[in-house]
């Protein structure tokens, strides 16, 4: 029984592996492209747009479209605009979260700051990462939102 469960196991983790060595290098092609075309392919920093802000405030727990949450607070070098990793060095904390995902494991919501339509996540790159390397449409965030000045 033991070796089946870790059969099945090594199977997803095998699978998770595959996905993140194919968002990798979806993200390398697609920085090259961004070379040649000259368009710009860099994960938004919330700094670019924190300048602006005024009021903060808690909007709690929401349902946000993956396609929403474009940028970051502090890993904008480590995703590119579509969250696929950029480094190989996140390899193994990108399959644990894909494979818990694959499981249905109930993972932590997100923490986001929302300004104006954007959303930037301060925690759960990760998890935007994989989810939307899944398929998945929406992830269950916890969101602050700031108003520009």
């Known amino acids: 029984m033991m070796t089946e469960r870790m059969g099945v196991q090594d199977r997803t983790d095998e699978t ?10 979806k993200a390398q092609f697609k ?25 903060r405030r808690t909007l709690g727990s929401q349902i946000v479209p993956l396609e929403a949450i ?27 979260v894909a494979t818990a995902l694959r499981r249905g494991i109930t993972l932590p919501q997100v923490e986001l700051i929302r300004v104006g339509e954007r959303y930037y996540v301060v925690d759960g790159h990760h998890r935007v990462s994989a989810s939307r390397a899944l398929g998945f449409g929406h992830i269950d965030a916890l969101v602050i939102e700031w108003t520009l000045a």
């Open 16 to 25: 998770a592996r595959r996905l993140f060595d194919r968002s990798l290098a």
């Open 70 to 96: 474009q940028g970051s607070v502090d890993k904008a070098q480590d995703f590119d605009a579509d969250f696929h990793p950029l480094h190989e060095a996140t390899k193994e904390r990108w399959v644990s």
């Open 31 to 55: 920085r090259l492209a961004a070379r040649v075309t000259g368009t710009p392919r860099h994960l938004r920093s919330l700094a670019e747009d924190a300048r602006q802000s005024g009021h």
